[in-house]
């Protein structure tokens, strides 16, 4: 099993920043690719970018592509995400989740673990 735990979000005003941490526990995290999603209310939970298990491979989708940022630090078992120039648009609860195997992607069925979620508002 693994445990995830999100934080970092919160409100924040279009164009502004936020950073989200993941932290993991229960097994080795580098063994795991890793991914963000995120599901707005009233609309399905959608992929936001993902990170391979050693991080040299990173993937996002096109609307945060530019925007966001997503990072490792196996030594730390953490995950992040900045985002950065905001959008109302980016308003959702941010889930990560683990993939065992060292390819990263995109699609939330093949992610094995989750977290419980945290809310970015963003105000326009």
């Known amino acids: 099993q693994v445990q995830l735990a999100e934080s970092g979000g919160g409100l924040v005003q279009a164009g502004g920043s936020l950073r989200l941490s993941c932290a993991a526990s229960?097994?080795?995290?580098?063994?795991?690719?890793m991914g963000w999603f995120r599901q707005a209310p009233g609309k399905e939970r959608e992929f936001v970018a993902s990170?391979?298990?050693?991080?040299?491979?990173?993937y996002y989708s096109d609307s945060v592509k530019g925007r966001f940022i997503i990072s490792r630090d196996n030594a730390k078992n953490t995950v992040y995400l900045q985002m950065n120039s905001l959008k109302p648009e980016d308003t959702a609860v941010y889930y990560c989740?683990?993939?065992?195997?060292?390819?990263?992607?995109?699609?939330?069925?093949?992610?094995?673990?989750w977290g419980q979620g945290t809310q970015v508002t963003v105000s326009s």
């Open positions: 990170i391979s298990r050693r991080g040299g491979s990173t």
């Open positions: 229960g097994r080795t995290f580098s063994n795991y690719a």
């Open positions: 989740a683990a993939r065992w195997g060292s390819i990263a992607t995109t699609t939330s069925y093949e992610y094995d673990y």
